[in-house]
Antibody
Framework: EVQLVESGGGLVQPGESLRLSCAASKFTFNIYWMDWVRQAPGQGLVWVSRINSDGSSINYADSVKGRFTISRDNAKNTLYLQMDSLRVDDTAVYSC???????????WGQGTMVTVSS | QSALTQPPSASGSPGQSVTISCTGTSSDVGGYNYVSWYQQYPGKAPKLMIYEVNKRPSGVPDRFSGSKSGHTASLTVSGLQAEDEADYYCGSYGGSNNYVFGTGTKVTVL
């Protein structure tokens, strides 16, 4: 079964860092662009970042630009999100998603919870 | 990168139709035919229902249809069923490899 599995979430204090991972399986990871999407508790979906298939093109939402870094290791079929200078309003479930169709996400991970609180 | 505007809620009786709007700008919905719709049950990952305005991925019932006029896209669910009760989010390419989601609509089957 095609699958995305996130890990690395947890409870941190404001200003601290976390690194999320997303392991892809049962599909050819290196041909797809991948994104991170987050959803705060009880709130809507918010796009966070995008990386193309070979990592040469990267984009961020204004709210995380300069603090978050997306990357990928195609040899390990893994997507990453390095999150620095975390803020309380970064608290959310972070999901990795596959861009399997033109600007649409056809595969979603279950997400990993990030809680930023003092 | 402002969220696309959706009504907070929509409802209909079984067998009826419900239509959800998604309003953006010329920089997103109005500028590209890359509008998609996602269905999300509580505690679950979203599921792609419509992409490129009106295309259905394999396995999505044809009761779900999409359209767009100007800066507003719409999702119509025909022949409403109890299992259609969920949150629905639109999404659109926003140019420069950015993406934007809608505010979400809770659909209730009466």
């Amino acid at each position: 079964e095609v699958q995305l599995v996130e890990s690395g979430g947890g409870l941190v204090q404001p200003g601290e860092s976390l690194r999320l991972s997303c392991a892809a399986s049962k599909f050819t990871f290196n041909i797809y662009w991948m994104d991170w999407v987050r959803q705060a508790p009880g709130q809507g979906l918010v796009w966070v970042s995008r990386i193309n298939s070979d990592g040469s093109s990267i984009n961020y939402a204004d709210s995380v630009k300069g603090r978050f870094t997306i990357s990928r290791d195609n040899a390990k079929n893994t997507l990453y999100l390095q999150m620095d200078s975390l803020r309380v309003d970064d608290t959310a479930v972070y999901s990795c998603v596959r861009g399997g169709l033109p600007n649409a996400y056809d595969i979603w991970g279950q997400g990993t919870m990030v809680t930023v609180s003092s | 990168q402002s969220a696309l505007t959706q009504p907070p809620s929509a409802s209909g009786s079984p067998g009826q139709s419900v239509t959800i709007s998604c309003t953006g700008t010329s920089s997103d919905v109005g500028g590209y035919n890359y509008v998609s719709w996602y269905q999300q049950y509580p505690g679950k990952a979203p599921k792609l229902m419509i992409y490129e305005v009106n295309k259905r991925p394999s396995g999505v019932p044809d009761r779900f249809s999409g359209s767009k006029s100007g800066h507003t896209a719409s999702l119509t669910v025909s022949g409403l069923q109890a299992e259609d009760e969920a949150d629905y989010y639109c999404g659109s390419y926003g140019g420069s490899n950015n993406y934007v989601f809608g505010t979400g609509t809770k659909v209730t089957v009466l």
